[in-house]
């Protein structure tokens, strides 16, 4: 059944009422504060219309009503109006950008949680780029005494990794310059994935000379690519408990049960590509965030998904500016990462 205008405008109504005061909402106070040109008692045949259909719940007799999981879905997909970042949440993202290099991506990864944390009032996540889907984009070697030499790995997402090698003897800068081009040469455009026993036999089919330099080295940069994948940073753990939903032990248990979880987290964090999801309630898969709501969007270069940014709150969260933030914060990043890893 489709909802008319009236109730499409009630439902509407009530949804932003409870969102900002956290009380269940009543037929008077939507008549006093929304002026419809309706009384009170057509306001309240409406709503219980509402509830009849699992728009609204009652949480007790003679309370007003609350929205339901339902309704919050509706009012996301036909009802809201996203809300553009005010000056102060624009002007905190670009002082963010302004202060941080972003010359490597776990370094902005790290603390734009942060940022995201402050503005919205919620516990932030941000899911670091995948290792494994990335490709070498440069190795450099340098050698740090006779037998120490170290790793530089950059990835086309920007991500950095060093690494000590310890080699068997002493080698010259002209063979340590060969073995770096070479390496560059094999490895480069390639994602960790792509580097089998197939590549790593062809480098040392190619330097014959140097197998048992190349035994040292290969290894220890292969592990060191495969042993780092994806990270997710949390930041802004304790806010959701400023929300009287959160004065509910239980709730409060299982939520902290998630944050303890990170497996759950990179599961939550890594379900698609899409730009922009909301999960509300129910519609979440672990039981531990079946009270709270879920907004991620990815950030990107390109077509390329890197990781995502996200926060965890309550139902009752203010939706239309949260979209809007992350909207603001990942176009931002993404205009960003593509400038710098273009370069």
């Known amino acids: ?159 950095v990794r060093h690494c000590k090698i310890k080699i068997p003897k002493p080698i010259s800068s002209n063979t340590l310059t060969a073995i770096n081009n070479m390496l560059n040469e094999k490895l480069t455009g390639l994602t960790i994935e792509d580097i089998d026993l197939s590549v790593i036999s062809s480098i040392q089919l190619e330097m014959k000379g140097y197998n048992e330099i190349l035994n040292s080295i290969i290894p220890v940069l292969n592990e060191s690519l495969k042993s780092f994948d994806c990270d997710i940073f949390l930041d802004g753990t304790t806010n959701i408990f400023h929300y009287p939903e959160y004065n509910d032990i239980e709730k409060a248990k299982n939520f902290l049960s998630l944050l303890e979880h990170k497996e759950k987290l990179l599961d939550i964090f890594s379900e698609d590509d899409s730009n922009i999801t909301v999960s509300i309630g129910k519609e979440n898969i672990y039981d531990e965030v079946k009270d709270c709501s879920i907004v991620k969007a990815s950030y990107k270069i390109g077509d390329k998904t890197l990781g995502k940014i996200g926060v965890i709150g309550p139902t009752r969260m203010n939706y239309a500016k949260v979209i809007g933030i992350l909207k603001y914060l990942t176009d931002t990043l993404n205009y960003i990462l593509k400038n710098q890893l273009d370069e």
């Open 1 to 159: 059944m489709s909802l008319g205008d009236r109730k499409r405008t009630i439902l509407r109504a009530v949804i932003i009422d409870y969102i900002d005061t956290a009380e269940p909402v009543g037929s008077r106070t939507i008549a006093k504060k929304y002026e419809m040109g309706i009384s009170s008692a057509t306001i309240r045949n409406e709503m219980a219309d509402l509830e009849e259909l699992g728009y609204l719940e009652q949480p007790h007799t003679s309370a007003g009503r609350i929205p339901s999981d339902k309704g919050y879905r509706f009012f996301v997909n036909e009802l809201m109006e996203l809300q553009r970042p005010s000056s102060y949440e624009i002007e905190a993202v670009r002082n963010f950008f302004d202060r941080t290099t972003i010359d490597e991506i776990d370094n902005i990864i790290k603390q734009i949680s942060k940022v995201l944390s402050s503005i919205t009032q919620y516990t932030s996540a941000v899911l670091s780029p995948s290792v494994k889907k990335s490709s070498v984009k440069s190795i450099q070697l340098i050698q740090m005494s006779l037998t120490d030499i170290i790793a530089v790995i950059v990835t086309d997402t920007g991500i």
